[in-house]
């Protein structure tokens, strides 16, 4: 099962891991003795994050003009990204882009009274799954928009591709019960075979990530499957065009206090959204808004599978409940939990036969 389970994740192991370049294919070349210059800025204000009680056990202390010793923006710090807003905007939303405090307050009250409940999307003979704690339903915020997506206007993802369709995939896999073909384990994504979860990240189950700051680089590390980043500063250009990574080929700057971060080298085994990632170009922006915030806002432009690029923003905000990453305990293979899933598929096979046959008759 995956989980946060065993051992906290030590901060040794993390600036280790800071600490080297994690490039394939290509000779390692020294980190920057000074990071980049840092540029002016004239980017439109940062969506506001999601409203925070009036007191924090640990408060912590920072301002705009904040900086790592090297001279970074000071982004370092444990967060999650658990959110109550939907990706995209529902239609009981009426076509309404913001929520009045009020509705906000509301969302999060209902949140917080079921959030150790069991989810109710559990069919008959289903063996259950996993509850509203583990996507982080005790911390988790609203925020004032109907929708993470901001673009398109309308909060919803574009239209699909003729070659998306004819691929069957699900505008929104993350909604859907059935999640595909179960001939074999190759028909399961890298992230329920805990292999690599995908990037950028959208919440789900365990939605930690810790930021951590050296001379050159920005590594994130990801609670979910304990996938780690590690991004250059320096400018070197992308990996060859045959290189293909997992979760791309990441590579920042700095503009003002926002890291923008450029993604692209992804694996085709590798999915986003149900959707084949190989041709996905990633731009992310991590803007810090407060002492407890990071406006996150990520742009998809992947012309393989939708028409048009598309933005969403997801605050990243500190919680008392998240103060520590602590290990991702998910076996390569997800054996047991493979079994069951081509063995349920074979069983459904039977019954499908079964009831074909007595149709016969």
Known sequence: MRGPHGAMLGAAAILSLASVSMVAGQGSKPAAKTPPPVKKTTAAAPAPAPAKSASSKNARKWTPSARTPDGQPDLQGVYTFASLTPMERPASAGGKAELTPEEVAAIEKRAADNALKDN??????????????????????????????????????????????????????????????????????????????????????????????????????????????????????????????????????????????????????????????????????????????ISYEATINDPATWTRPWTFILPWYHSDDYEEIFEYACHEGNYNSMSGILGGAREKERQAAEAAAKGKK
């Open 120 to 293: 109710d999307r559990r069919r008959p003979g289903d063996p259950g799954t996993y509850n509203r704690f583990w996507g982080g339903g005790q911390e988790a915020k609203a925020t004032t928009r109907t929708s993470l997506i901001v673009d398109p206007p309308d909060g919803r993802l574009p239209p699909l591709t003729e070659k998306a369709k004819k691929l069957g995939i699900a505008q929104n896999r993350l909604s859907r019960l059935d999640f595909g073909p179960a001939d074999s384990w190759l028909d399961r994504d890298p992230y329920e075979r805990c292999i690599a979860r995908e990037v950028p990240r959208t919440g789900g189950n365990n939605p930690g990530a810790q930021i951590v700051q050296t001379p050159g680089y920005v590594t994130i590390v990801y609670e979910a499957m304990h996938d780690t980043r590690v991004i250059p500063l320096d400018g070197r250009p992308h990996v060859g065009a045959h290189i293909r990574l997992w979760n791309g080929d990441s590579r920042g700057r700095w503009e003002g206090n926002t890291l923008v971060v450029d993604t692209t080298n992804f694996s085709d085994s590798q999915t986003f959204f149900g959707a084949p990632a190989g041709q996905m170009h990633l731009t992310e922006r991590f803007t810090r808004v407060d002492a407890d915030t």
